[in-house]
């Protein structure tokens, strides 16, 4: 197996691991509002992102004309992700609203994928989304099963999902784009994350004020915007230049099954064999995505860091 995209896999794992967290860390401030939640955590972790990137930013200003509409698709999608993905948990509760997010992410970047590049997905990649959709199907049903929150909370929080998963996979989607068309690493996710975390900046002006009531709400604040999103999304960026954007979305399907143990193991959320059922599914996901090939380009099959340019890497 390549090395590369075995490193990409592995960045893109610790990733979703971290990502996992984020749901049981905004329960531990129970005064914050998902939006406040949302803002603070992936709008100042995007605007770090920028920071840090600051020279490749400049030395890709040159190519920002010729990739405005795709910085500005993406960073549109990173803002409205984290309110939808908070919020989606805040009406459905940790684990349904992980698994919808990510379960749904998959097949919204195989779509754009499809749609916009003409890329053919691989078998492999089919039996690899379908067994985490399933699997998050399960860990979603086992919920359900024990849903103490309304009918209308649960549909809530499962199109907040739908949204979720959907601007994920396109700002995924933007970032690799930006990539393969010569755009370093720091500089796309610099451009896109920078952007969008500066238009989540007015959600944090008007909902924030809670955050800074004490010392814990604080400090959930931080540690998501610097642990999960500005941390997280450094290696992810790392992965995205090994592997496609379908494949990262779908190896990312592992975090729903960490969101949901800890909701078990700290929140409180229960879970039935349905649901541990379908966390070992999700487990054998990236054993298939870590021996096979995930994409098709014009009938032959590839790996993603044939596509991206050497000096991106």
């Known amino acids: ?12 794992t610790v990733t979703s691991l971290l990502w996992g967290t984020t749901g049981t860390a905004a329960t531990l401030a129970p005064g914050v509002g998902p939006l406040a939640v949302g803002s603070a955590a992936l709008g100042i972790g995007g605007i770090l992102q920028a920071v840090i990137a600051i020279p490749a930013l400049r030395a890709a200003l040159p190519a920002v004309r010729g990739n405005l509409r795709l910085i500005v698709l993406g960073a549109v999608a990173v803002m409205i992700y984290p309110l939808a993905f908070y919020s989606s948990m805040h009406f459905a509760g940790v684990a349904i609203g992980s698994v919808v997010s990510l379960a749904s992410a998959p097949l919204a970047s195989g779509l754009l994928e499809f749609l916009l590049e003409h890329k053919r997905l691989s078998r492999w990649w089919a039996l690899a989304a379908g067994l985490g959709i399933i699997g998050s ?9 024990d849903a ?3 009918a209308g909370q649960t549909v809530a929080g499962i199109s907040l999902g739908l949204l979720a998963g959907a601007t994920y996979a396109t700002y995924s989607w933007a970032a690799h784009r930006l990539m393969n068309r010569g755009i370093s690493r720091a500089a796309s996710m610099g451009f896109v994350f920078g952007l969008g975390g500066t238009l989540l900046l007015p959600v944090l002006i008007v909902t924030g004020a809670p955050l800074l009531a004490s010392t814990q709400a604080f400090s959930v604040a931080a540690y998501m915007a610097i642990i999960p999103m500005f941390l997280g999304y450094l290696l992810f960026g790392y992965g995205l230049t090994r592997v496609s954007a379908s494949t990262a979305t779908t190896i990312t399907l592992t975090e729903p099954a960490i969101a949901a143990i800890l909701a078990v193991l700290i929140v409180g959320e229960r879970l039935t064999t349905l649901g541990w059922v379908g966390l070992a599914v999700i487990a054998g996901v990236l054993a298939i995505l870590a021996i096979a090939p995930t994409n098709e380009v014009a009938g032959k099959t590839a790996t993603s860091t044939q596509r991206i340019p050497a000096a991106t890497r």
Not at 137 to 145: A, G, I, N, R
């Open 1 to 12: 197996m390549n090395r590369h995209r075995l490193a990409g896999i592995g960045a893109i």
């Open 137 to 145: 199907t399960l860990l979603c049903l086992s919920k359900m099963t």
């Open 148 to 150: 103490a929150e309304s």
